[in-house]
């Protein structure tokens, strides 16, 4: 199914380094973003205990923070809303095995005189566990990196390897700023988004490189811009759609799909944006960039295919019995 047709390729890469520029600064403004504002770590990664409230009428904040904080135990907590008014979310980085007695009940006995509640939850990660898990989390992303860039250099060439973790790495940052400037709550479903993002990614990259390497073989053109205009035109309907498609679908698990999967609905949602946009505005030009030549690649090509007919002649003379 084709969205768009058009009679000549889409000039795009003669705007590549308007687009790079964009790309740089939405890059430095989310690295400047993480250095110094920082993530919001959850529970998983910051350690402590979060207890989920729920109360039969709209939950008095005010008074549940003076309750709690009035136990020095608890100084440090953090209480805000969770999805409605009804429903609150109490964190600390105090736990069950610090105090030696339950956190559920302790709570209960604090928020005594607040309303009619019900304790829904209590979660608990310890310190330790949390930045454990952050290192592992953070490994977890750069050996993907790695596996992605070797995959690519086997299966296209060391350009477009590079091309493509350099689009991926482009499309984490930026999710990554989003993430820290919306202040989202940074925990393993978040971790798990952005290693989504990056197969998302990758997925486009390499269906658009796919075609501008069939495009390079096939096309009497020798300009590697003018190769690369041509493919991404062929692809921009399957790519529209597709990205459409998860987009509407990520969507509406993050206007209905509730406050828990909030923040992995909200970074995906950025990631498809920015991956569909790296893909043809980024990974393409960065190929340009780093000095592709179309020449040499035809060549290589040819003597691929040499090689491969002399091989197959060898087989047919040795299946005869000539050689």
């Known amino acids: 199914m084709e969205i768009f047709k058009y009679d000549k390729p889409i000039p795009l890469m003669s705007k590549a380094k308007r687009f790079g520029i964009l790309s740089v600064t939405l890059v430095l403004i989310s690295l400047a973003l993480i250095f110094t504002k920082g993530f919001n770590y959850g529970l ?3 350690g402590g205990t979060l207890v989920q409230v729920h109360y039969e009428k709209k939950a008095p904040i005010d008074k549940i923070r003076k309750a709690i904080t009035a136990d020095k135990n608890y100084e440090d907590a953090t209480v805000t809303y969770f999805g409605n008014d009804n429903e609150v ?5 105090t736990s069950s095995k610090s105090l030696g007695k339950d956190m559920g009940d302790t709570m209960r006995e604090l928020l005594k005189g607040t309303g009619n509640f019900e304790v829904r939850r209590v ?15 953070l490994m977890a992303l750069v ?23 350099m689009a991926l790495i482009h499309d984490v940052t930026i999710a990554m700023g989003a993430v820290v400037l919306f202040n989202v709550e940074v925990n393993l479903d978040t971790l798990a988004a952005l290693l989504t993002i990056l197969g998302y990614s990758l997925n486009d990259t390499i269906i658009v490189f796919d075609r501008i390497r069939e495009g390079i073989k096939s096309s009497k053109n020798v300009v590697l ?16 759609l597709t990205s459409l498609t998860t987009f509407f679908v990520v969507l ?5 799909g509730g406050e828990i999967i909030r923040g992995f609905s909200f970074t995906l949602l950025v990631g498809i944006i920015v991956g569909t946009y790296s893909s043809i505005f980024v990974a393409s030009p960065i190929l340009m960039w780093l000095g592709f030549s179309v020449k040499d690649f035809r060549e290589k ?14 087989r047919a003379m040795y299946e005869q019995g000539t050689v």
Do not use: P
């Open 44 to 46: 998983d990664f910051a």
């Open 89 to 93: 979310i109490i964190r600390t980085k």
């Open 123 to 137: 979660d608990m990660v310890g310190a330790k566990v949390g930045s454990e898990l952050r290192e592992k989390g």
């Open 143 to 165: 050996l993907a990196i790695l596996g992605i860039l070797i995959y690519v250099s086997f299966r296209f060439e060391w350009r477009f390897a590079v091309a493509s973790v």
């Open 225 to 240: 811009s003018d190769i690369i205009d041509e493919s991404v035109t062929q692809t921009l309907s399957r790519t529209t």
């Open 252 to 256: 509406t698990l993050f206007l209905f």
């Open 301 to 314: 090509e040819a003597e691929k295919l040499k090689r491969e007919k002399e091989k197959e002649k060898m």
